[in-house]
């Protein structure tokens, strides 16, 4: 059941916060650098591909990257090798948003050689036998195959053994194709663990795609640009779980140079998508609502993005102040989908990378951004905070869900107030830019909810119950 979804903190012991402020946010611990970058080609190598490509054989398998991860004419997040492409699906579901191009299938679409026709049973005993693709597989090439990523990394063999020409070397060879791959034979490196070679299907298939030659041009190392980190040391299972699943749906986005990022765009914050109910204050009543605790996420994110001098397009304060922030005042951002997203536009030299991560012994969570860095740097002055007003008298509510004589207080009242927080940033040029974060925190009554048998003390103010 899909339903509108309150993105702010699950009800926990929340704190005044109008004390002294620090001037940045929290760094954290840095998760492991992953990217790598290949001078022998200009191109860089991370996140999701990156793994994929160090568990599989890396260089020998795959080859040097040839292009960068962009965007194609189609809309696909790509990166080409010297012997495979790979496809990223940022808006999939999280297991299944990384693959490989079909490049053997592809490229022999429509061949008429009798290799390429469709067996009932192997040719021999001795050879395995696929009835997915009606082809065998023995000898070097099933070995190799076996042991250097099978069906994960080559896919089904769609024709059987036979002698093809090689252009790039100018000779013949051995060759048999496979969904993913061409497997060649060289009995020069007998003996050696080169004796099965792919073939460049990755470097094939770019020659004939101007997007893909046109996004050869050597690139920058990836560098960090900016960070963040968050805790949530007295959060519940519920919180921490929406935190978590959110984390992991961002994690891993690349957006592309221009591009605009949409945290209401990243996916589908419902049941459905693994988010649970958490418990919420709603126009001064405890309701249940999906995705509590993902304004942590958001938060989180904005700040990482705001410390790597990026483009805040759209962002909107908490009405309250909360104390998983880290007290920083003015520097938060709440999301309420569909009304109310957060968005920023990346307007560095090259495509930005999100890496998130979520580390539930420490109670914390972190936010990366890599990508291109230009020499901007980011400065901030503040919070400077004026118009305090004191919260009003301590809210009860019924729960009949509580043990008889129980009181729990889901809320630590706190002040309100106008927060005007500041970020200069200075370009490589000296020319600066200077944003202003304000945000009008309301003040905020302490809540009590309360069992049977109790009654509210005299002067509190008493809601419905839910």
Same mark, same amino acid.
């Given at each position: 059941m899909h339903r509108p979804v309150l993105l702010i903190a699950t009800l926990l012991v929340l704190v005044s916060a109008l004390a002294s402020q620090t001037a940045a946010a929290a760094p954290g611990a840095q998760p492991v650098a992953t990217f790598a970058y290949y001078p022998q080609t200009?191109?860089? #190598?991370?996140?999701?591909?990156? @793994?994929?490509?160090?568990? +599989?054989?890396?260089?020998?398998?795959?080859?040097?990257p040839l292009t960068d991860l962009f965007v194609d004419a189609s809309g696909l997040q790509v990166q080409y090798f010297e012997r495979a492409r790979f496809e990223?699906?940022? /808006?999939?579901?999280?297991?299944?948003?990384? /693959? $490989?191009t079909r490049l053997g299938a592809m490229l022999t679409e429509g061949r008429g050689e009798p290799a390429f026709d469709w067996l009932a049973a192997s040719p021999d005993p001795a050879r395995d036998f696929f009835p997915q693709s009606?082809?065998?597989?023995?000898?070097?090439?099933?070995?190799?195959?076996?042991?250097?990523?099978? $069906?994960?990394?080559?896919?089904?063999?769609? /024709?059987? !053994?036979? !002698?093809?020409?090689?252009? !790039?070397?100018? @000779?013949v060879y051995l060759v048999q194709y496979f969904e993913r791959a061409r497997f060649e034979y060289h009995p020069e490196n007998a003996g050696t663990p080169y004796d099965v070679m792919l073939g460049s299907l990755g470097r094939t298939l770019l020659e004939r795609n101007p997007d893909a030659l046109a996004a050869t041009a050597p690139a920058s190392p990836v560098e960090l640009l900016g960070q963040a980190s968050t805790g949530f040391s007295s959060s519940d299972y519920a919180r921490v779980t929406n935190i978590s699943r959110a984390t992991e749906m961002i994690d891993g986005y690349m957006v592309p140079q221009g591009a605009e990022f949409s945290f209401a765009g990243v996916g589908d914050f419902s049941e459905e998508s693994g988010f649970v109910d958490g418990y919420a204050i709603v126009s001064g009543r405890l309701e249940k609502v999906i995705g509590g605790g993902l304004c942590q996420v958001s938060t989180t994110l904005f700040r990482a993005v705001s410390n790597s001098g990026l483009q805040i397009t759209r962002r909107v304060g908490h009405s309250h102040v909360v104390y998983f922030y880290e007290n920083i005042l003015g520097f938060d951002a709440t999301v309420y989908i569909p009304g109310?997203?957060?968005?920023?536009?990346?307007? /560095?030299?090259?495509? #930005?990378?999100?890496?998130?991560?979520?580390d539930r012994g420490a109670a914390r969570m972190t936010f990366q951004i890599w990508g291109t860095n230009d020499g901007r740097q980011?400065?901030?002055?503040?919070?400077?905070?004026? +118009?305090?007003?004191?919260?009003?008298?301590?809210?009860?509510?019924?729960?009949? +869900?509580?043990?008889?004589?129980? #009181?729990?207080?889901?809320?630590?009242?706190?002040?309100?107030?106008d927060v005007s927080y500041y970020r200069t940033i200075t370009f490589a040029d000296g020319t600066t830019s200077r944003n202003t974060y304000f945000t009008r925190y309301t003040p905020w009554e302490d809540f009590y909810t309360y069992g049977p048998g109790v009654t509210p003390p005299d002067g509190a103010t008493i809601i419905p119950s839910r």
């Open positions: 200009g191109h860089n #190598v991370g996140m999701q591909v990156k @793994q994929f490509f160090d568990a +599989n054989g890396g260089l020998d398998i795959i080859g040097l990223l699906r940022p /808006s999939a579901p999280v297991g299944s948003r990384l /693959s $490989l009606g082809h065998s597989l023995g000898g070097a090439f099933g070995w190799f195959w076996q042991t250097r990523g099978g $069906l994960a990394v080559f896919g089904y063999p769609i /024709s059987e !053994e036979f !002698e093809e020409w090689n252009p !790039e070397a100018g @000779q109310v997203d957060f968005r920023w536009r990346n307007d /560095s030299p090259g495509p #930005v990378y999100i890496i998130g991560t979520v980011v400065t901030y002055d503040g919070p400077y905070a004026k +118009n305090r007003t004191q919260p009003g008298a301590p809210v009860w509510q019924y729960d009949r +869900n509580l043990p008889t004589g129980a #009181v729990r207080q889901l809320v630590h009242g706190r002040a309100g107030a």
